[in-house]
């Protein structure tokens, strides 16, 4: 089984839609929990943290489900400039290795 | 707002050939990391550095890798015999560590061409 797992997309949705990716992890020992964004043959940019309460940032809200093992995203309100690869990422401890998921593809289209 | 930098942006080179990546981590970070990205492939981890020495390094990282911090603003990645399979993008990313934050900061990466 692979360590991060995504669905790859794509995902193509209106703007103005409400747009929702998943992400599992398989290691129980992963610690901290992010998700990047990936424009096309740019480097990943962190778009937020993942917390275990749960942590919204304008548009974008992030849930961790520990028992579970999985982490998401919704999108609220998607706007054309939010067409990306979006990157869930993992890591154990401080200062060790980022496990990135394959990421899932967003379409937002006018 | 302080960032990674990392020259060159593109390089290209000869099979068997040397290359060296340079990066400029966010002055006050402490960990470095080097990642490579196959073109339509995931992000994936090669070496993470700390207080001067490796701390963590994948299989892709073998005897024809290397990571120098040779003054104290550069970090830099060797390749000493490329192969045509090490064409990628190359990114360089730094962390705090301080306070709890773990967040990695990338910088824009280097295209490596093999030919």
């Known amino acids: 089984r692979k360590e991060v797992e995504q669905d790859p997309g794509p995902f193509n949705v209106p703007e103005g839609a409400t747009v929702a990716f998943n992400c599992t992890y398989s290691n129980s020992a992963s610690q901290s929990f992010f998700w990047y964004r990936q424009d096309c043959r740019k480097e990943p940019k962190l778009l937020m943290s993942v917390y275990s309460s749960g942590n919204e940032d304008g548009r974008f809200t992030a849930q961790l489900n520990r028992a579970s093992q999985y982490i998401s995203l919704l999108i609220r309100d998607s706007k054309l400039s939010d067409s990306a690869t979006y990157l869930c990422v993992v890591n154990r401890y401080y200062g060790q290795n980022f496990v990135f998921g394959p990421g899932t593809r967003l379409s937002v289209l006018p | ?115």
Not at chain 2, 2 to 25: A, D, K, N
Not at chain 2, 45 to 74: A, C, M, T, W
Request: some cysteine.
């Open chain 2, 1 to 115: 707002e302080p960032e990674v930098t990392q020259t060159p942006s593109h390089q290209v080179t000869q099979m068997g050939q040397e290359v060296i990546l340079r990066c400029v981590p966010i002055s006050n970070h402490l960990y470095f990391y080097w990642y490579r990205q196959i073109l339509g492939q995931k992000v994936e981890f090669l070496v993470s550095f700390y207080n001067n020495e490796i701390s963590e390094k994948s299989e892709i990282f073998d005897d024809q890798f290397s990571v120098e911090r040779p003054d104290g603003s550069n970090f830099t990645l060797k390749i000493r015999s490329t192969k045509l399979e090490d064409s990628a993008m190359y990114f360089c990313a730094s962390s705090d560590q301080t306070s709890g934050r773990v967040e990695q900061y990338f910088g824009p990466g280097t295209r490596l061409t093999v030919t």
